[in-house]
């Protein structure tokens, strides 16, 4: 709506003797005679006088008014108020005002009621837009793409896919896409990487720790890995387990490089921790898999309740048969590891030593030997229960899970070891 526009009344700056100011002055006061006509006299036009037959300028009326008497010769037009429910927009020669017409549709409210310059504003309500006739509800953007401009009483929602580096895990017309959390901004590892749909997970710092203790390959995974053996060997059984394993691929070289390992099943124990060295930042075998945490959980309820002295792990390391875990070993092993750790990295670094020897099978053998020193007779049962809990564990059912069910009927796994 054009108004006239308001200005100031000027007065004229007092005449002075020096001719140029006088001019300028002159220029001034002419521009404030102006100004102040126009505010004073509304906007004119051209109206046809019956009586004489002459154009006739003429006063328009005023928004929010109509013309009740056109101009003559001698009188100027008579403007009144429009009535109720009825408004003129704009300086007018009209002789009625317009009747407020609009009427608010179905889930429209009264923005604006009506008043005697304007016509009734509708607007759809809130978490709606305008279509044509109808208020349709603003679009959700799906998960993996977020809001670039939020919908408004006349537009739609307008979504993205989140570019890299961003996510959005709900369905929203309201949320962005959100920046994956920056694991190493907050002194973490990146424990899964994200995507469209999930954030970054970080890894904790009581996960840091046990990696400085580093444990590479777990007893349950020992077990689940030795225990994961083809009973039908065709001689591709490797790449076919190989190919079927989740996550990032292992390479046909380090495949024929573990094939001139001796035995099927240390094959399949290779093959396995080097899978999981290619896919520790997954974990994908602790986290997935139920039956997998309860051996874990169980192995450390056992050997957390020790609490052993550099005397008695070297007792039990020097009872393991082939090649020894030396003194050294041991104290690195109890300056870094918790005292839950400790034997588990010890028997890891037996296991390493010996060229990956099945260390549930040498455990076993040193318990044997154990009973004729002086050694607390608690932990040689702790340690018999945790050799029990490898065997008696339903690796099957997890062998299943995280292998046979991908690799199908072309290899069948079976145990291996004795019970
Ligand atoms: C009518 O409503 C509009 C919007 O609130 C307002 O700007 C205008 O001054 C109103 N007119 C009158 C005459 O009150
Ligand atoms: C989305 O992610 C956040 C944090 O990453 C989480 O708290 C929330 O539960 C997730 N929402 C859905 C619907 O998955
Ligand atoms: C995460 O934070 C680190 C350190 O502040 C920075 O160097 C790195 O570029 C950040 N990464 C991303 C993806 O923003
Ligand atoms: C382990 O034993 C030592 C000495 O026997 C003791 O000082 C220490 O507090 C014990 N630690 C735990 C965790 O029980």
């Given at each position: 709506?054009?108004?006239?526009?308001?200005v100031?009344?000027?007065?004229?700056p007092?005449?002075t003797?020096?001719?140029?100011?006088l001019?300028?002055?002159l220029?001034?006061?002419?521009?404030?005679?102006?100004w102040?006509?126009?505010?004073t006299?509304?906007?004119?036009?051209?109206?046809?006088?019956?009586?004489?037959?002459?154009?006739?300028?003429?006063?328009?009326?005023?928004?929010?008014?109509?013309?009740?008497?056109?101009?003559?010769?001698?009188r100027?037009?008579?403007?009144?108020?429009?009535p109720?429910?009825?408004?003129?927009?704009?300086?007018?020669?009209?002789?009625?005002?317009?009747?407020?017409?609009?009427?608010?549709k179905?889930?429209?409210?009264?923005k604006?009621?009506?008043?005697?310059?304007?016509?009734?504003?509708?607007?759809?309500?809130?978490?709606?837009y305008?279509?044509?006739?109808?208020?349709?509800?603003?679009?959700?953007?799906?998960?993996?793409?977020?809001?670039?401009?939020p919908?408004?009483?006349?537009?739609?929602?307008?979504?993205?896919?989140?570019?890299?580096?961003?996510?959005?895990?709900?369905?929203?017309?309201?949320?962005?896409?959100?920046k994956?959390?920056?694991?190493?901004?907050?002194?973490?590892?990146?424990?899964?990487?994200?995507?469209?749909?999930?954030?970054?997970?970080c890894?904790?710092?009581r996960?840091a720790?046990?990696?400085?203790?580093g444990?590479?390959?777990?007893?349950?995974?020992?077990?689940?890995?030795r225990?994961?053996?083809?009973?039908?060997?065709?001689?591709n059984?490797?790449?076919?387990l190989?190919d079927?394993?989740?996550?990032?691929?292992i390479?046909?070289?380090?495949?024929e490089?573990?094939?001139?390992?001796r035995?099927?099943?240390?094959?399949?124990?290779?093959?396995l921790?080097?899978?999981?060295?290619?896919?520790?930042?997954q974990?994908?075998?602790?986290?997935?898999?139920?039956d997998?945490?309860?051996?874990?959980?169980?192995?450390?309820?056992?050997?957390?309740?020790?609490?052993?002295?550099?005397?008695?792990?070297?007792?039990?390391?020097?009872?393991?048969?082939?090649?020894?875990?030396?003194k050294?070993d041991?104290?690195?092993?109890?300056?870094?590891?918790?005292?839950?750790?400790q034997?588990?990295?010890?028997?890891?670094?037996?296991?390493?030593k010996n060229?990956?020897?099945?260390?549930?099978?040498?455990?076993?053998?040193?318990?044997?030997?154990?009973?004729?020193?002086?050694?607390?007779?608690?932990?040689?049962?702790?340690?018999?229960?945790?050799?029990?809990?490898?065997h008696?564990?339903?690796m099957?059912?997890?062998?299943?899970k995280?292998?046979?069910?991908?690799?199908?009927?072309?290899?069948?796994?079976v145990?291996?070891?004795?019970?």
């Amino acid at each position: 709506m054009q108004r006239a526009a308001r200005v100031p009344r000027r007065s004229a700056p007092a005449p002075t003797a020096m001719n140029r100011v006088l001019c300028c002055a002159l220029v001034f006061l002419d521009i404030s005679i102006k100004w102040a006509t126009q505010e004073t006299s509304p906007p004119k036009y051209l109206h046809y006088d019956p009586a004489t037959s002459h154009q006739l300028m003429c006063d328009l009326c005023p928004p929010g008014t109509y013309v009740k008497q056109y101009c003559t010769a001698t009188r100027k037009t008579e403007c009144s108020p429009c009535p109720d429910q009825y408004y003129s927009e704009d300086w007018n020669s009209n002789d009625e005002c317009q009747y407020c017409s609009v009427v608010c549709k179905e889930l429209q409210y009264v923005k604006q009621e009506c008043n005697s310059t304007q016509n009734r504003i509708c607007e759809c309500i809130e978490g709606r837009y305008l279509d044509l006739e109808f208020c349709l509800k603003h679009t959700e953007c799906p998960p993996g793409s977020g809001v670039v401009k939020p919908g408004t009483p006349e537009s739609d929602t307008s979504c993205m896919r989140c570019p890299e580096g961003f996510f959005s895990n709900e369905t929203s017309s309201k949320t962005p896409c959100k920046k994956h959390t920056n694991c190493s901004a907050l002194g973490l590892k990146t424990a899964s990487k994200g995507n469209a749909v999930r954030d970054n997970v970080c890894q904790g710092n009581r996960d840091a720790s046990a990696q400085k203790c580093g444990i590479d390959v777990t007893l349950c995974e020992e077990a689940l890995f030795r225990f994961t053996v083809p009973t039908q060997l065709s001689p591709n059984w490797l790449n076919i387990l190989a190919d079927n394993l989740p996550g990032t691929k292992i390479t046909a070289e380090n495949i024929e490089r573990i094939k001139q390992r001796r035995s099927s099943q240390e094959q399949a124990f290779q093959l396995l921790k080097l899978w999981k060295q290619q896919n520790k930042e997954q974990d994908m075998v602790k986290k997935k898999i139920r039956d997998f945490d309860l051996c874990e959980n169980s192995v450390l309820k056992h050997i957390g309740q020790l609490n052993l002295t550099f005397e008695h792990l070297s007792i039990l390391m020097a009872s393991l048969p082939g090649k020894k875990v030396g003194k050294e070993d041991i104290e690195r092993t109890m300056k870094l590891c918790t005292p839950t750790e400790q034997i588990l990295k010890l028997l890891n670094l037996w296991r390493i030593k010996n060229g990956d020897q099945d260390t549930i099978n040498g455990l076993m053998f040193g318990l044997k030997h154990l009973k004729t020193y002086d050694f607390p007779k608690t932990t040689i049962q702790s340690l018999k229960k945790v050799v029990k809990v490898l065997h008696r564990f339903t690796m099957y059912r997890v062998s299943q899970k995280l292998f046979l069910d991908r690799v199908g009927n072309q290899v069948k796994m079976v145990k291996m070891r004795s019970v």
